[in-house]
């Protein structure tokens, strides 16, 4: 029996790491994009459940949950270092390139792309690492002008 309860304790302390998850850190990278000009547009929170369920592919529930946690994680943080640190740990340079589009058809959701949104995705782009010229193909595609 003691045995046991080592062996769940041990695979308990492999999981639980301190850091938080790739899906939860790259939606947290998202709530921050929507919440740079701290204003949620209806458009913005449309398109953020948008890019859950599909990059993600999550059904209602899952981004839901996910949303939650990661506006609660937003408002609970003072930086985005943890996340990206996650992040560029995780992913290719494809996929962090994906990411990135990600980010930008967020930032221009609501139609415009605030000065605060602009400097936050620029902020994002140097903490994951990405080149400036994709980090500009990126919000080409984003924007359908590729």
């Known amino acids: ?3 046991k309860l080592f062996e769940w304790f041990n695979i308990e302390t492999k999981e639980h790491t301190g850091q938080p998850r790739v899906e939860l850190a790259a939606a947290v990278l998202m709530v921050e994009i929507i919440m740079a000009d ?37 408002d609970e943080t ?3 270092y943890q996340y990206t640190r996650v992040i560029n740990e995780a992913f290719s340079a494809e996929e962090k390139f994906a990411l990135m589009v990600d980010l930008w058809r967020l930032g221009y959701a609501d139609g415009h792309l605030d000065r605060d949104e602009d400097y936050m995705l620029r902020k994002v782009a140097d903490l994951l690492y990405i080149p400036h010229s994709d980090f500009i193909m990126a919000k080409q595609r984003a924007r359908g002008t590729e």
């Open 78 to 80: 003072l930086d985005m």
């Open 38 to 74: 701290h204003e949620l547009a209806p458009e913005e929170e449309t398109m953020l459940r948008q890019r859950f369920a599909e990059t993600l592919k999550l059904d209602r529930e899952a981004v839901e949950t996910l949303l939650t946690e990661a506006k609660k994680e937003h």
């Open 1 to 3: 029996m003691l045995s």
